[in-house]
């Protein structure tokens, strides 16, 4: 070969400058963050929704003779120690170390709380000798002390057995009984609340004016003597009422205690209706009662429905463990339209301000940037600002001027709906300003040229050209906002949410919207059960059933923000938070 | 607008009025109105969020201020040994005891003699005395060695007025009757009391000093003999239910003084603490000894000090109230503190006095001390008619003020409602002050530096707000709570970072079209996951698993990039046509797959890895109970020199083995390339080994720095779930940064035949540098401010190291969980608005920051 035709060089990439192990490591994470998201929204699903379903109930027998019966919570597996290990005899022992010394355990709910004191046990597999599912076990959802698991033998009314399970009518008895009883346990309810509360509201109110005419008007003047014999004659009248009404709900509380269930656990222990008491649980004291390992498949499904449907309608029971969220989803559900009520208007204006109104210029883009890092100012900041400011001093002021009497148990000095939905205002207006500015910016100018050529004044402009246009951008904005707030829990926790609210802030009294009430959240109720209950294992179901719901609506808020999103034209997109 | 064709008859075309009818403009004014008003508004209220949050917190460092209200000559003789004067909580009613017994009464607005009593019959010479606030006890020791335990302190009771026209109620002597509005009346009264005297110890041995201190159970009294016999006496008075009468009960021990204390000749203060487990005896030169009264019948000379250095004269010994620190006065005008404190070099009982404060150190020397009984201020009178009020924690001088004319002040007092201050002056003259001084113990120096104290052995950072009892010194110091936001933010951004930024990069430049606008969504979600719900994954998921795992989720962080990089290059092996299936759509599913057996697979390592470098238990190796700190080190080196390793790789190995081999085949190349790395990362952990032998060699233990006893609710698991709220934005951030880099150049690029990678790492993401730097400073903000998650899954403990396996509390948390209880406008209440003011600042001028890079990088990248 000679040196003139030496053969071209390859001009080829070297394999490095590919870089694909460093593509790989790239798309690694953000595999990580997919699947990150992916687990969590898997585990809180499948664990939210199956909460409800009724599991089968097991009766285990253990190497030392006892017996345990309940439902399989979880699995999982441990490391024992030492001390675990010498109790073990030697074959146990060396499967274990076979293993890598890593056994499993089963978490039993047990019930029974009043009998046993705690409602959880842990059983080691390998001291399992025999489990099998027994068919006369019952899961009792009762009112207070959560489930009891045992035998039903018989309902009694008076000393009367009415039904036992040797005739096999058991079931059906217990069914009729235990909705006849919860109807007049509502009944008594209504009573109580209602007709009582209302009585005692007016009486209240008649003390209240007695201590305002003394407040305005000096004690023993003649206002304050006519509005105290005023309020004499308010009792006398109401105090027959009164006496009728508790009468009516004596009875039907007597009704009730009559009917009795007799449960009994696997060692023959009778459930009593109070601990310390003789006497076997009231059909009353019964939430849901079902044979867990006798149902069918569509029994199955009516008790799982039965349950979704007291979670989202019914009152939180046992510190919030049991029960449902009804008043903190109307809490959430209030105070986000109480906030979005409050936001939409102020956010619109300064947005209109700041981009059709104001002398654009330094300032303005000053202003515009300040907004902007508000969005990002940490949200207890807000809270912070709401307790001191809305709370204390604006409620402190309104409660001198208006609420004298009430002093010094304050009304809407202290935390309560409307300054907790005023401080998620100011906490989400700055999002609801940037995505206005946006979807207003997005109107192209020929357009508002178009409308002054034609004669328009600005505001006719903006009302008929520029807003119309610019509210699918808005409404996004709005949502997004809506989204946020409804997510926010610490400036809650200062200024307004409570673990237990007695009253809805909205209800059949006059003036029906009470400002000044504290309400649940279901944010907090999540915080609440999850960290401030007696025992966080018994209320992790229904932290996970409550997380489900949080995250199912502001899921779907924000679908609906991606979509009416995704309709819109734009032709640079810039993500605000 | 040719309004002049109109009138003059009409033309055939009806030429309309070219003019804006006045209601449209009116309702046009009337909108501009209104939207300025409200935008403005809007803005300036969100604005003065920050005004509101300065105007909370500005009275913290406000000055105490004091104003002259009364000033009067006491009634009574001058010349008489003025044993004490006392006004009461209202400044309505004093005091006054002399030597003679005589406790005079007077109205402390004016002077006005009220009244007076005798604590004992004339003739009996005082010589000793005793007064303790707030209750009043005294003790009086007379010279035939009897005591009488007597009371002079203040009642008060409120009556209802009586209605005009009734009889007012008949005036108390030695009481002072207001009228308050609201029609109430309320008298304060003098109560005075006094026992009958009792002997104490031999008879005709006259006491020299005596100290005593009532608490609920007993009264305990020491008394020191002209002989020089200590007695501890423990008084208990019993009412018997049946007579109504009270029954004491005195129980005397003797405290054997050894023969050194003897020879020193006569104490000048006598101390005991009102539970009688400490005895002080102080002499004027300065000595102390402390006895140990925790067994009455064994007492123990604990341990002997001296307070003052060279002559100085020791002028005075007083307890703080809790009675944990001491005020030493000299005759050189010095005020020190004085803290027991744990010491191992010290007394018997392990304890030893040491100087912690330094109130004042020069002259006019101080006659009297009176400690506050609300707080820790402390008031010191001299010898020229000045009174300062000091506050013990924070070593300020609060305010001062002088006796006019001056004179040297015999006694002072701080009202018990810290409202008021009382100096009585040598020539008879009381003057009286009212007090503003609202935050004592907060200053720049108590909230951000070190400050020593009661109980601590040596100044610290602590934050402790609130504790059981009334003489509780809080401490609020807000160091720890930003070092512990700080180390938050820092584990999760360590954690966050790589995923985010190396999500975007793939997302922008390597992942197929068609996946954008999911992957897109998906990422979305994550950012609008309430906090609360991931605060609970945390706390009651992640934590217990962790715990029991920790160092299966730790492998994970090492075996994962390591699987990606070498999967990566075992498939460059592979001929390019196989490759080419797995490339597109493909290749984003097949990498989650891989990801997912990674993490699967990672824990199988733990268990051989615990065994080989941690001695067979990791939390024993972390608590420092088993073998070295090599390990540790080395797991914290190996990424810095596996990363510093592949970077040579790049700059000289590669391009040295491309001259020596430019023409070797596909297979061959990435056979090498896969060697390469594999021996690189061999190597790396080599020198990463070798180093943290070395450094332990040299004293070096990570387990001192960032490893550390294991907690369950820790920084790691903050860290982790924190990302979950951070990697959305960051992600976001920067995947728009790298999308707005215009695809004119990309193409440039590609067309100048680079590679995609080439192309990514070289173009666009220098170009989209800003861009990203705004990403990083968003999220940081954002993890700044994070509560919910904190407040669950940190452990709430205001620690102040930087162990990843430890609880931490930030300043976020801290005030979710104080401010619900914080008494209005208390310390606490305005410390915790200035921990949200500096959040507040703090994002403020990190996210103005990433707005103003942002802003310039948008315009810099239109202009290309």
Redesign the interface.
Known sequence: MSPATKPP???S??????????????????????????S??V??ISNGTLTFWPAPLHELTLRDGTRVLGEVRRTES??PGPEELEALSADVRRGIEDA?GVATRLLLRTGNYDLYGDDFRWVSEHAIASRREPAEAWLIERLEWGPAIGIPREIRRGAHPIADSAHGKLAEVFERERSAAAARSRRIQVLEKHDLGRINDRLEKGRLAVRRAAIQNG??SPEHQEAASRADRLEHRLGEDHHRIQEQAALLRAQNDEVQVVIEDLDGRLITSRPGSEDPLRVSQVVRAYPANALGWAARFGVFLDRWVEFLTSEPREANTEGGVFPAIFGTFMMTVMMSLAVA???I??????R???RQGPVVSA?R??????A??????????G???FC?ALGGTIDEIFFPERLPSPTFGTGGILWASLTLA?LT??VV?VATEEALAAVPRSMREGSYAC?A????T??RIVLPRATPGIMTGLILAM??G?????PL??TGVVKLAPELPFDTQFPFLHLERSFMHL??H??DV??QSRN?EAG?PM?YTT?LL??GL??MM?LAA?ALRTRLKRRF???H? | MSEASEGSGQSALHRRRRRTSPRVRWIDRTAAIAITGGGIGVIVAVLGILVYLVSVVAPLFAPARVTREAAYTLPGEASAALLFARIDEYRVLGLRGTADGEVIGFDARTGAALGSLRLFPEGRTLTAFSRRDPAGEIALGFSDGSVILARAAFDTEFVATPPAGEAAPPPVLLGVTQTLPGGETRRVIADVAWDEPVMIGAPGVHIARLDQRTTDAATRLAVLKGDGSLLVNSVTRRRNLMTGKTESRLEASVVPLPEAILTKGAPEILLITSVADQLYLAWHDGHVARFDLRDPGAPVLAEQVDLTSGDVRLLGLEFMPGEQSLIATDAAGGVRVWFRVRRDDAGTDGFGLVPAHILAAEAPPVMAVAPSLRDKSLLTCSEDGSVALHHMTSEEILVTARVEPASPIRDCQITPKNDGLFAVGADGKATVWSLQNPHPETSLASLFGKVWYEGYAKESFTWQSSSGTDDFEPKLSLVPLIVGTLKATLYSMLFAVPIALLGAVYTSEFLDRRFRAPIKSVVELMASLPSVVLGFIAALVLAPIIENWVLAVLSVFAVVPLVALTAGYAWQILPPRAGRILGGRLQFAALLVLTAGAVLAAPRLAGPAERLLFAGDFKAWLDGRVGTGTPGTGIILWPIFALALLIADRRWLAPMLQRRAPRSSRTTAAVTECLKFLALMAASLLLAWLVALVATTMGLDPRSLFFGTYVQRNALVVGFVMGFAVIPIIYTIADDALSAVPASLRSASLGCGATRWQTATRVVLPLAMSGIFSALMVGLGRAVGETMIVLMAAGNTPLMDMNIFNGLRTLSANIAVELPEAVKNGSLYRVLFLAALMLFILTFIVNTLAEIVRQRFRKRAYQL
């Open positions: 060089v390859r001009r990439t070297p394999i490095s400058g590919r870089g694909e192990p460093f593509v790989w490591l790239t798309g690694i994470g953000l595999s990580a963050a997919t699947l990150m998201i992916v969590l929204l585990l809180v441990y490391r890598g004690e023993g208007p102020f956010g204006m300064a947005a209109l301000y700041l059709e109104y104001a202003v940037i300040a907004v902007n890092n508000l990002g100012v940490p949200s207890i900041v807000y809270g912070v600002f307790l001191g400011f204390y100011l207006v700055p300003i004669g004044s600005r505001w006719q903006i009302w989204a946020r409804a997510g926010e829990v610490a926790m200062i944010g907090f999540i915080y999850g960290f966080s992790k932290v997380t949080l995250i502001i899921l924000n991606i997109r810039s993500d938070f």
